[in-house]
């Protein structure tokens, strides 16, 4: 609506702590910064948004955690203003308001509450004014503004009634909401800074004349040689020179299984070097390594959602000026045919209490509150507000493979021994060279012969070829196992090649074994599907299914088969899924999207919905709005039963405090006067608390809800 609003101003030298709701954080040099509810502002340098007085926040991804006092600041201003809001209540509800002494006491109680608690309303209802764009905060401002500025004139008149307790307990309450708010909004950089995280600080940098250093990863430039060891990650992008290796790549594909590296492959920043040293040539730096490229995917993504509270926002452009202009009406209607000033500001202000927007403040955020707290005792956990409305409304379901709809990492499925020899001492053979292995395969090999109480032989003369397989005597027998490549290496026939290609049509991994010259056999290994997914997905059958993978293209189309999931979509980098969820969102989908691996990051940030298994990677669960505790299917099918119930609520408490403002306003400008109908500020005040006990009372039904 506002397109692109840019500004050019820098930073000020002292941030005026009236300005905004916190002291911003500290501008990054030449930096854009960006308001999280807006994100069509550009500015640079820190600030507040010139729409609705929010801070705004850095828009460069960054691995570092800014100082950020805002949420103190609310804090401290949330825990005095209730600590006083307290004794005005239980004054009210005692029915000594109008008595002057009374009065007096209100009106200290309620003076700081509301000029020093409420002032960032205040601030920010100013700003949209400014700027055109009613909001909440607009009608928060002019409540509060109005019950206290008229309090102030009724105890200086001397006039019977006050209504400080209204103005304090309505600002109470919207800094509660407030502080809820900006608590989720911080944990949203979490994610990012997961991300970054992952990258190493120093490199080991080959100088001219042969020397190795290690410096800061700041200081690697394109074209640099590097030497990564075992055991470290990689600090940038490049291409091996010299020298191979297995790379655990499992933050970019999302699998177990670690990839040979040979001369001339690729090596991406951030992955873990398993096995060998290898010479690196630096090819991608800083802001354009992978890793980077990720963290900006999900920081440009998570800055495209807008938050829940957008209806109440659109609403309240038009209902604040209609409000105003019945107030307005009221005061010269009474003012001129009625019994006096006193009745025209009497009724003006009996309009704007009972139009104040806390009933519909707390419509949205009561309800997912409740919503969850009752998710989280089903291990269902609600990180952003907005993520239950929009599973609620999600028509498909972007399911990641690995660690989702299976288990994560690869089994023993079946050992196939040739004839003349057995199960047992086939992999007895097999586990004792595997001992010696770091490979994700070796380990399900030799914890399935542990399992089966093997005993593991001795094994001299162990070697590793990178990418093919492992070799090494065992019990004085020459034993090789690995991939059919390997065993042409070492000339020996592998008569079981037929045989294997059924299983790997069904995507499992076949490695053979062979001992003195002879192939003995071969072990068979897949990561299994999750016991529980064909009958959870079932109970989602309401939802389109897709199913995304870095795997390989048969392995994919395998577990879809298995699972009754016709779109399957393989060989995915997390750019591409990103870019899949993009296209079905301009298909007019709204997307729910279930992953666990870092690689999945950018796709749970782009979709409508992110859901993480909890069992996944840090990066996947802050990059999520849900993240399912136990990383149990099942809790799918409770997030959507979840999602539905707090969406219905939501709009039962939105449809009441949308009908009680149409309702009463007409009645709180004496329209129904005539006929004693009527609405005085103190039963306006009176009503608007009911309106919000009723809002918090539906709410609390979310608290036993079956899920």
């Known amino acids: 609506m506002h397109g692109k609003i840019e500004t050019t101003s820098e930073p000020p030298e002292h941030a005026d702590c009236c300005a905004h709701t916190h002291v911003a954080t500290p501008a990054l040099a030449g930096a ?3 308001c999280p509810m807006h994100p069509e502002v550009r500015n640079v340098g820190a600030g507040a948004c010139p729409l609705c007085g929010m801070a ?131 944990q949203t950089g979490q994610a990012i800074r997961a991300l970054l995280r992952l990258a190493p600080k120093t490199a080991r940098r080959i100088e001219a004349d042969g020397a190795e250093l290690d410096v800061p990863v700041s200081d690697i430039k394109k074209g640099h040689y ?24 499992s933050m970019i594909t999302g699998e ?13 920043g951030g992955t873990m070097n398993l096995q060998g040293s290898f010479i690196m040539r630096a090819e991608h730096v800083g802001d354009a390594t992978m890793l980077a490229r990720i963290a900006a995917l999900v920081a440009s993504a998570q800055r495209s959602k807008a938050p829940i509270q957008q209806l109440a926002d659109r609403v309240s452009g038009v209902f604040v000026p209609v409000v105003l202009a019945i107030a307005v009406l009221t005061f010269f209607a009474w003012g001129m045919w009625g019994e006096g000033m006193s009745e025209a500001v009497g009724y003006a202000v009996a309009v704007l209490i009972i139009a104040c927007p806390c009933a519909l403040g707390l419509a949205t955020p009561m309800a997912v509150v409740c919503g969850a707290g009752r998710g989280a005792r089903a ?44 199960e047992p001492n086939l992999l007895r053979l097999a586990a004792s060279l595997e001992q010696h292995s770091e490979h994700p395969l070796s380990n399900a090999i030799v914890q399935e012969a542990k399992i089966r109480g093997l005993g593991l032989l001795k094994v001299h003369a162990f070697n590793s070829i990178t990418g093919k397989g492992i070799s090494g005597i065992v019990d004085g027998r020459s034993v090789a196992i690995g991939s059919e490549a390997m065993l042409t290496a070492l000339g020996i026939p592998a008569s079981l090649k ?21 192939c003995i056999g071969m072990l068979m290994l897949a990561d299994p599907v999750k016991q529980e997914a064909g009958e ?24 879809g088969r ?56 840090d990066v996947a669960m802050e990059s999520a709005g849900i993240t399912l505790v136990s990383g149990d299917l099942m809790g799918l099918v409770r997030a959507r039963r979840l999602s539905e119930a707090v969406m219905n609520v939501i709009r039962q408490n939105l449809v009441f405090a949308f009908g009680y403002n149409i309702l009463a306003i007409p009645v709180a400008a004496g329209v129904f006067s005539h006929w004693g109908i009527y609405l005085s500020p103190v039963v306006a005040s009176g009503a608007m608390a009911a309106s919000s006990l009723c809002v918090i009372i539906n709410s609390l039904r979310l608290r036993n809800v079956a899920l």
Not at 503 to 514: D, E, I, K, L, N
């Open 536 to 559: 959870v997905l079932k109970l989602l059958s309401g939802l389109k299914l897709v199913m995304m993978t870095g795997d390989s293209v048969a392995t994919a189309i395998a577990v």
């Open 498 to 518: 037929t045989k294997a290609k059924p299983y790997q049509s069904q995507g499992q991994t076949v490695v053979f074994v062979a001992m003195d010259g002879h």
């Open 379 to 422: 291990g269902v956990l609600v990180r952003q507000a907005e993520a239950i409305e929009r599973l609620a409304g999600a028509d498909v379901l972007v399911l990641d493979k690995t660690g989702t709809l299976t288990q994560g990492a690869p089994k023993l499925l079946l050992i196939a021994p040739t004839e003349g020899h057995s």
């Open 562 to 617: 298995k699972l009754g999931i016709n779109d399957v979509r393989a060989e995915a980098s997390p750019q591409s899924k990103s870019e899949m969820i993009m296209a079905l969102q301009a298909a007019g989908k709204k997307v729910a999207m279930a992953g666990d691996g870092v690689n999945d990051a950018p796709a749970l940030m782009q979709a409508d919905v992110g859901i993480a298994m909890g069992t996944g990677t």
């Open 226 to 249: 590097l030497r990564v060891r075992p055991g470290e990650s990689v600090a940038v992008d490049g291409i091996i020179i010299e020298g191979e290796s297995a790379v655990d790549q």
């Open 256 to 268: 177990s299984m670690p990839v040979a590296r040979l001369v001339g492959d690729v090596v991406i």
């Open 56 to 186: 705004l926040e850095p828009m460069q991804p960054t691995a570092e955690v800014l100082a950020h006092t805002e949420s103190a600041d609310l804090r401290w201003r949330f825990i005095v203003s209730a600590v006083l809001s307290l004794p005005l209540m239980v004054m009210a509800m005692g029915g000594h308001a109008g008595m002057m002494h009374d009065a007096w006491v209100q009106g200290l109680l309620a003076t700081p509450v509301v000029l020093w608690g409420g002032w960032p309303f205040f601030v920010r209802g100013w700003a949209s004014v400014k700027a055109r764009h009613l909001n909440m905060f607009t009608l928060i401002a002019l409540g509060t503004g109005v019950s206290y500025g008229y309090s102030v004139l009724a105890l200086v008149q001397g006039w019977e009634h006050s209504y400080f307790e209204s103005a304090a307990v309505i600002t109470t309450l919207m800094l509660l909401g407030q502080l809820l708010e900006l608590k989720a909004r911080e």
């Open 32 to 34: 854009l910064y960006t």
